[in-house]
């Protein structure tokens, strides 16, 4: 048995993008052998300010959402961050393995300062090394997420790659993620190029799994396209963002593979592809949008069930952790 872990930031409302790129997979993970453990990245949302009210209602929303999706919290387990200290302190350790090229590479750190490097917190340029301890401090092995994630699950494994040369232990695993092949990258329905997102500014440019069936069948009836018709073949889809895009999400909402698409809409304008495109994102979107607001409810029992995942959790990384501060040196704490 492998152990899978996976997080989530709560900030902001899940798109379409972060269900086909990875909660569905989650979801799916849950059937196999392995144990599932899921985490809503509390810690990682702080990188950037967040209000605090808003913060505590996000990460309940989240959880609901989580739920909703389909994670069942007795076979998985789920849990906030910032409730199992082990992230904190692994990510310490590993914030001294690192090294400071590394993390001067990562693009989303890139895009996310931009031309601010100096005014963004110190937390967002060593946000990958907390990730890797996330997922270090299980010795979890497999990973699913979206495409966007690949360059920092390969900086995870440079970190235990280095951490067991320093201290001549072969104590982390390497990890291997698991991106879903059709939807690794969701893109925005205003502009094809760019990946979409919960913090783009345009809400047009997204599907939030809490958006009712008029805002789900206006927001693709608006979404960019070009005057061509629909093509016979995906190789003709290459230099056409926007289409590529369409035909994906389609084929990944209702299973079918992207050619059958293709073969049921080639020649025909964008107006009758949209209007099938629309109805499959409602009959699955919409659902999950009300048994959200039903989870979202009950705050009790949310907390409950993150303060009980939290627990399991905790059993899991603790030993795992203090293993690793003994490696490192550290005389026993108070554990
Ligand atoms: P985040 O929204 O950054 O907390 O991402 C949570 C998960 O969703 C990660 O596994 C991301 O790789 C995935 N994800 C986010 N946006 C997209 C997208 N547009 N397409 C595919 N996967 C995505
Ligand atoms: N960085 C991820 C994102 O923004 C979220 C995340 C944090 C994560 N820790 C993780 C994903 C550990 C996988 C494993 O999407």
Not at 13 to 38: F, H, K, M, P
Not at 184 to 191: E, H, N, Q, T, Y
């Amino acid at each position: 048995m492998a152990r899978i872990f996976s997080g989530i930031q709560p900030t902001g409302i899940a798109t379409l993008g972060n269900y086909l790129g990875a909660l569905r997979n989650w979801v799916a993970l849950q059937e196999g052998e392995d144990e599932c453990i899921y985490c809503l990245v509390d810690l990682h949302a702080i990188t950037v300010f967040q209000d605090p009210a808003e913060l505590r209602e996000q990460t309940f929303a989240m959880a609901a959402l989580l739920l909703a999706c389909g994670i069942d919290p007795a076979r998985s387990i789920l849990f906030h961050q910032s409730a199992v200290p082990a992230h904190v302190r692994l990510g310490w350790i590993f914030n001294c393995v690192a090294r400071m090229g590394w993390l001067k590479r990562m693009t989303q750190f890139k895009d996310k300062a931009g031309k601010n490097q100096e005014e963004v917190s110190t937390g967002l340029f060593v946000y990958p090394n907390l990730m890797a301890a996330d997922i270090h401090a299980y010795h979890a092995t497999r990973v699913p997420v979206g495409d966007d994630q690949l360059q920092h699950l390969e900086l995870a494994n440079d970190i235990a790659e280095k951490f067991n040369h320093d201290y001549g232990v072969a104590f982390f695993p390497r990890i291997e993620p698991l991106v879903p092949p059709e939807t690794a990258r969701v893109m925005s329905l205003r502009d094809g190029t760019r990946k979409m997102s919960k913090s783009d500014p345009s809400d047009q440019s997204r599907i939030n799994m809490t958006d009712d069936a008029d805002a789900i069948a206006q927001k693709i009836r608006r979404a960019k396209t070009d005057p061509e018709p629909l093509p016979d073949h995906i190789g003709a889809l290459a230099s056409r963002p926007e289409a590529r895009n369409l035909v994906g999400i389609f084929a990944a909402i209702t299973g079918e593979s992207q050619e059958a698409v293709l073969a049921r809409f080639a020649g025909s304008g964008f107006g009758p592809f949209k209007e099938k495109l629309a109805e499959a994102l409602v009959a699955h979107i919409v659902p999950v949008g009300e048994r959200t607001r039903a989870y979202l409810a009950d705050r009790t029992e949310l907390e409950r069930i993150l303060q009980t995942g939290a627990r399991r959790a905790a059993a899991i990384a603790n030993p795992i952790t203090a293993a690793a501060e003994r490696i490192v040196g550290f005389l026993p704490g108070a554990e």
